[in-house]
């Protein structure tokens, strides 16, 4: 029988790792213990990512970025009766905020609680339509009153969904946090094994965990003026569009377990795109493309615009139910596109620099 899959225990230290934007501290402790060993240079910066960089005076300079921030939810109130009320941090589907367990992050530790809401039984016809508004829905955590609420969490604390990573069958896993636990570990994955490997490299690397992507790419746009590179690979989770009530003719054709997804548009670089094409065929590596006619939804959009502008790619991992508690990945594909990034980084020769 062939061995059970193992996944890294990187990334499952990633995965189980609680980050909300803003509040990434166990996502930051996470990427600190594995990369920095294997840096040159390692810096962390006022909006909290993290910079690890190798071979520093390396032409081209290759900024590898991975967002590390994930969903989450902020206390906001507490009214008299100890129920706790929130606002979101990222996009959330609000029909599937309610009857959840979540984790509170407080200066004492954690604090375990439910996201509430008026049961079916005691709604009418009407009401049972509706998707509740936020300030409709409540995190009870078991207090008795206000006084007792505010003694165990305080206004402004982060919550996730208590939904762990587990290993579904073979190499496809659920996580509340594949986005964009998976593109951390990559660029962070991708420098150590740029570190360990024989063949020396050519250009300066640098690869970001970026913070605060959820709210608008926001630790990628400072990364990309401090480090200034003349050459970056975003990396994200991407729709797999191989699942039931899924339109391909609006979203496109791609499938867990087909590999890396390459983007193709405006926000792409045409000479990134044609290395990161040749890279993936040289190594014979399954891929997939998709087309994206604006900026992208992703770290690529700050990075682009990075100072004088940047050459920019983007390279995702197919992920099915994305901004759900239970995202779905084939941990193969992630494993496709470290390679993918390992090998583009020693392609690179002195003076590319991406100009078309």
């Not at 009418?124 to 003694?151: F, T, Y």
């Not at 496709?336 to 980084?345: D, G, M, T």
Request: aromatic fraction near 6%; include cysteine; glycine fraction near 10%.
């Amino acid at each position: 029988m062939p061995k059970p899959y193992a996944a890294p225990a990187f990334l499952t230290e990633l995965l189980h790792a609680r980050s909300p934007s803003g509040a990434e501290f166990e996502a930051q402790a996470v990427f600190d213990r594995h990369v920095q060993p294997a840096a040159d240079a390692y810096a962390k910066d006022a909006l909290g990512n993290r910079l690890a960089t190798l071979n520093p005076a390396g032409d081209p300079v290759l900024l590898l970025a991975g967002h590390m921030d994930e969903l989450g939810l902020i206390i906001t109130y507490v009214n008299k009766d100890g129920f706790i009320y929130f606002d979101t941090i990222g996009g959330h589907d609000r029909s599937i905020i309610s009857g959840r367990r979540v984790v509170i992050q407080t200066a004492a530790g954690p604090v375990k609680g439910v996201t509430g809401k008026r049961a079916i039984h005691l709604m009418d016809e009407e009401d049972r339509k509706k998707v509740p508004k936020i300030h409709e829905i409540w995190i009870d955590i078991g207090a008795s009153s206000k006084k007792e609420a505010l003694a165990r969490v305080s206004i402004g604390d982060t919550a996730t969904y208590d939904s762990d990573f587990e290993l579904l069958h073979g190499s496809i896993g659920a996580a509340r946090a594949f986005d964009n636990k998976v593109g951390a570990y990559i660029v962070g994955e991708t420098l150590i094994r740029l570190a360990a490997a024989r063949k020396k490299i050519t250009a300066q690397v640098v690869a970001v965990a970026t913070a605060q992507e959820e709210i608008g790419t926001r630790g990628a746009t400072t990364a990309a003026y401090a480090v200034n590179p003349h050459l970056a690979l975003a990396v994200d989770v991407g729709h797999a569009t191989d699942h039931p009530d899924c339109d391909q003719r609006r979203f496109g054709e791609t499938k867990l377990g087909g590999g890396p997804i390459i983007c193709r548009g405006p926000n792409i670089n045409p000479w990134i795109y044609t290395r990161l094409i040749q890279t993936a065929k040289k190594l014979q590596l399954p891929h997939q493309l998709d087309a994206d006619p604006r900026p992208t939804g992703t770290d690529a959009r700050a990075l682009q615009m990075g100072r004088g502008g940047v050459a920019t790619g983007l390279v995702s991992v197919p992920l099915r139910y994305m901004h759900t508690p239970s995202e779905v990945v084939d941990l193969a594909d992630v494993e496709a596109c470290v390679q993918l990034f390992v090998a583009f980084a020693q392609s690179l020769k002195k003076g590319e620099h991406g100009h078309w």
